[in-house]
């Protein structure tokens, strides 16, 4: 695991948001040269503010799936890590079944019953909360309504806490 999890993801969200200020920015400016983009060269300026409002809610809720993905891996890492252990058991030939079946299975388990895993060490509020963030990531990637508005800043600080406390 790095030592900063989800850094990554997080840094190219708030750079993409820069981009759209100043792309918004450019759009209100006198000099439209600076526009040259077939998206936005013919639009009003409010057709532009309205379609970069559109991008922008997109790339929210795409970025909330990255940050889920990454910390998905995350916590599959972590069990994986812990499951070391069981090569250690013995009749030795067993030990190592039980790994290599443990590490396979592991990546197929719903998450949910992953998260069950964290109940006695974790606030179970706090897992409620990451529940919430993957309702949310799985109503975006099923193109479906989300019941609540959950942004990638909420997502990050989240998803980092139980990421800290799991350590």
């Known amino acids: 695991m790095t030592s900063k999890p989800l850094s990554d993801v997080w840094y190219f969200y708030k750079a993409s948001i820069e981009s759209f200020d100043i792309v918004k920015r450019a759009v209100s400016s006198e000099d439209q040269s600076v526009l040259y983009v077939p998206e936005f ?3 009003s300026e409010s057709e532009a503010d309205e379609l970069i409002d559109k991008i922008l809610n997109y790339t929210n809720d795409s970025y909330v799936v990255f940050l889920w993905a990454d910390f998905e891996r995350q916590i599959l890492d972590f069990l994986h890590l812990k ?3 069981l090569k250690e058991a013995t009749p030795g030939i067993f030990a190592g079944n039980l790994h ?3 590490k396979k299975e592991s990546e ?4 949910r019953d992953v998260l069950e895993l964290f109940k006695p060490r974790i606030d179970t509020n706090l897992i ?3 529940k919430q963030i993957k309702n949310y990531r799985d109503c975006v990637v099923h193109h479906k309504m989300p019941s609540d508005n959950i942004g990638p800043k909420m997502a990050y600080e989240i998803l980092s806490e139980f990421i800290d406390e799991m350590r």
């Open 128 to 130: 409620g909360r990451i």
């Open 108 to 111: 197929r388990w719903g998450f």
């Open 100 to 102: 290599e079946k443990f």
């Open 41 to 43: 060269i013919f639009l």
């Open 83 to 85: 499951g070391e252990k």
